[in-house]
């Protein structure tokens, strides 16, 4: 199958977009034509070669597209069905036997080792094997093959456009609120960061119906996006110390804190804007993957602080991004107002134009 994508030669260097030959999809597999692809701050991560990933790359895990053909023994989507893709996990371990796939055994190998699990690539140029399979998909590219535990099925007149960063940003923003945190109602919400995971959050504890949503965000315009979604308060944290400022609006603190930026300071400083018995969920990785956060022990054990790693919002996809889909055609995810598209070959205009603010969520735009 011949095909394009947008190829990663080398760490921190801009894409090409080149011809790509994908496998057709084996037993189990299926492959995808992509329409729309969010860019999440994970790609990048990956593109900075500090994951250790092999070159030359593919990389993209936020894909939405029609499914163009798929393998023996898969029953879950047909052909001409429009699909969302999201992680990938095994489906054998205990924790995906629990519901708790995002935490699947086998997760790195799955979504990280950009290979097959028999170590073969699935995309090829005219020298040789490309690393795909990134999130069990590499979704920069005209085509992605899939399996059926990272395949969503989505409704005939859904928009592939809009609905694309539900695969991972959305659902880690608003499951790290719903699951990780299960923020209750009349509960309070700081979140760190006004990015595409930090406006989801926000959306998150809409939904949950906290009492107080407050958003810590350095630009002007993310503050603004964030107090339209819903936030009741946006705090820069330019104009004073940032817990000072949370706890003039909660004296007590807050019961939930999601942190989306990865800033080791920002995080350390949130450790006390915590009510007792508070819970800070760290979702944003920070730029430094030795990165520590000293914790002072005797204020943890005082007022029975929670410290909560979280990936994915704890998501299981087969359940939470129906949920997510039917939230947003109910207009309680209004990801539109916050995602700009780009066309496909302007994939580096549109990440450089997410590392400097100028837009929060990236969907690249795949001609048919
Ligand atoms: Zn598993
Ligand atoms: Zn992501």
Same mark, same amino acid.
């Not at 260097?13 to 496998?23: A, G, L």
């Not at 809409?206 to 810590?216: E, G, L, N, R, V």
């Given at each position: 199958?011949?095909?394009?994508?947008?190829?990663?030669?080398?760490?921190?260097?801009?894409?090409?977009?080149?011809?790509?030959?994908?496998?057709?999809?084996?037993?189990?597999?299926?492959?995808?034509?992509?329409?729309?692809?969010?860019?999440?701050?994970?790609?990048?991560?990956?593109?900075?070669?500090?994951?250790?990933?092999?070159?030359?790359?593919?990389?993209?895990?936020?894909?939405?597209?029609?499914?163009?053909?798929?393998?023996?023994?898969?029953?879950?989507?047909?052909?001409?069905?429009?699909?969302?893709?999201?992680?990938?996990?095994?489906?054998?371990?205990?924790?995906?036997?629990?519901?708790?796939?995002?935490?699947?055994?086998?997760?790195?190998?799955?979504?990280?080792?950009?290979?097959? *699990?028999? !170590?073969?690539?699935?995309?090829? &140029?005219? =020298? /040789?094997? +490309?690393? $795909?399979? #990134?999130?069990?998909?590499?979704?920069?590219?005209?085509?992605?093959?899939?399996?059926?535990?990272?395949?969503?099925?989505?409704?005939?007149?859904?928009?592939?456009?809009?609905?694309?960063?539900?695969?991972?940003?959305?659902?880690?923003?608003?499951?790290?609120?719903?699951?990780?945190?299960?923020?209750?109602?009349?509960?309070?919400?700081?979140?760190?960061?006004?990015?595409?995971?930090?406006?989801?959050?926000?959306?998150?504890?809409?939904?949950?119906?906290?009492?107080?949503?407050?958003?810590?965000?350095?630009?002007?315009?993310?503050?603004?996006?964030?107090?339209?979604?819903?936030?009741?308060?946006?705090?820069?944290?330019?104009?004073?110390?940032?817990?000072?400022?949370?706890?003039?609006?909660? *004296?007590? !603190?807050?019961?939930?804190?999601? &942190?989306? =930026? /990865?800033? +080791?300071? $920002?995080? #350390?400083?949130?450790?006390?804007?915590?009510?007792?018995?508070?819970?800070?969920?760290?979702?944003?990785?920070?730029?430094?993957?030795?990165?520590?956060?000293?914790?002072?022990?005797?204020?943890?054990?005082?007022?029975?602080?929670?410290?909560?790693?979280?990936?994915?919002?704890?998501?299981?996809?087969?359940?939470?991004?129906?949920?997510?889909?039917?939230?947003?055609?109910?207009?309680?995810?209004?990801?539109?107002?916050?995602?700009?598209?780009?066309?496909?070959?302007?994939?580096?205009?549109?990440?450089?134009?997410?590392?400097?603010?100028?837009?929060?969520?990236?969907?690249?735009?795949?001609?048919?």
């Amino acid at each position: 199958m011949q095909g394009t994508a947008a190829v990663l030669r080398e760490p921190n260097q801009p894409y090409s977009i080149e011809p790509i030959r994908f496998d057709p999809p084996r037993a189990g597999e299926i492959l995808v034509r992509i329409h729309a692809v969010g860019i999440c701050h994970t790609d990048m991560v990956f593109a900075s070669g500090a994951m250790g990933s092999p070159f030359p790359l593919i990389l993209g895990h936020e894909g939405a597209g029609v499914v163009e053909k798929v393998g023996d023994g898969v029953t879950k989507v047909r052909p001409g069905q429009k699909v969302l893709l999201t992680f990938n996990s095994c489906g054998q371990c205990s924790q995906c036997h629990s519901g708790d796939p995002a935490y699947c055994h086998d997760f790195v190998g799955l979504n990280f080792a950009c290979v097959r *699990p028999d !170590g073969s690539s699935c995309a090829h &140029d005219d =020298s /040789g094997p +490309v690393a $795909a399979r #990134f999130f069990g998909q590499s979704s920069f590219a005209s085509h992605a093959i899939a399996q059926e535990r990272n395949v969503i099925a989505l409704p005939d007149d859904a928009d592939l456009n809009i609905l694309a960063p539900l695969g991972c940003g959305v659902q880690t923003g608003v499951g790290a609120v719903l699951r990780s945190l299960n923020a209750q109602a009349g509960s309070s919400l700081v979140i760190l960061g006004g990015g595409a995971v930090g406006l989801s959050a926000v959306l998150g504890g809409k939904i949950a119906d906290c009492a107080s949503i407050i958003m810590i965000e350095p630009q002007q315009a993310r503050r603004q996006l964030a107090l339209e979604l819903g936030a009741d308060h946006a705090i820069d944290p330019a104009t004073g110390d940032a817990a000072d400022q949370v706890r003039a609006i909660l *004296p007590h !603190g807050a019961n939930n804190i999601v &942190d989306t =930026s /990865g800033n +080791v300071g $920002a995080i #350390f400083a949130s450790l006390n804007m915590l009510a007792p018995h508070g819970a800070l969920g760290l979702v944003g990785v920070p730029g430094s993957l030795d990165a520590v956060l000293p914790l002072p022990i005797v204020p943890a054990i005082t007022y029975g602080y929670t410290i909560k790693g979280i990936i994915e919002g704890d998501s299981d996809p087969e359940n939470f991004l129906p949920q997510l889909i039917a939230l947003h055609a109910a207009g309680k995810l209004p990801i539109e107002k916050f995602s700009t598209i780009y066309p496909f070959d302007q994939i580096n205009e549109a990440i450089a134009d997410s590392h400097s603010g100028k837009c929060v969520k990236a969907i690249l735009e795949l001609s048919a």
